[in-house]
């Protein structure tokens, strides 16, 4: 059974700086791709960020460009996402998913991710 446990959400002043882990278990963590989403009250989930399943290619909402680094150890089947210079409108539960298809591609398209995690709560105070 595959399972992504989320961590290191909390509550940030703007400006300020976050890092979130998922660990990955339950299949082979460098053969898929990775992506995280977030969703804000009252707001549809949308696309965060997402790594190829090599780390070589990387793709960004244009909201968070610049802001945000995504990463990833597969040795530790963990992926990271760095959040540096954080708004007020940051402020979402952040989700990681785990991509269907083996050797993927980075993409925006939530269908292409077939498990997820609890999410974990990011929340920024102007």
């Known amino acids: 059974q595959v399972q992504l446990v989320e961590s290191g959400g909390g509550l940030v002043q703007a400006g300020g700086s976050l890092r979130l882990s998922c660990v990955t278990s339950g299949r082979t963590f460098g053969n898929y791709a990775m992506g995280w989403f977030r969703q804000a009250p009252g707001k549809d989930r949308e696309f965060v960020s997402s790594?190829?399943?090599?780390?070589?290619?990387?793709a960004y909402a244009d909201s968070v460009k610049g802001r945000f680094t995504i990463s990833r150890d597969n040795a530790k089947n963990t992926v990271y996402l760095q959040m540096n210079s954080l708004k007020p409108e940051d402020t979402a539960v952040y989700y990681c998913?785990?991509?269907?298809?083996?050797?993927?591609?980075?993409?925006?398209?939530?269908?292409?991710?077939?498990?997820w995690g609890q999410g974990t709560q990011v929340t920024v105070s102007s």
């Open positions: 998913a785990a991509g269907r298809r083996i050797y993927s591609s980075p993409t925006y398209n939530d269908k292409e991710y077939g498990y």
């Open positions: 790594i190829s399943w090599s780390g070589g290619s990387t």
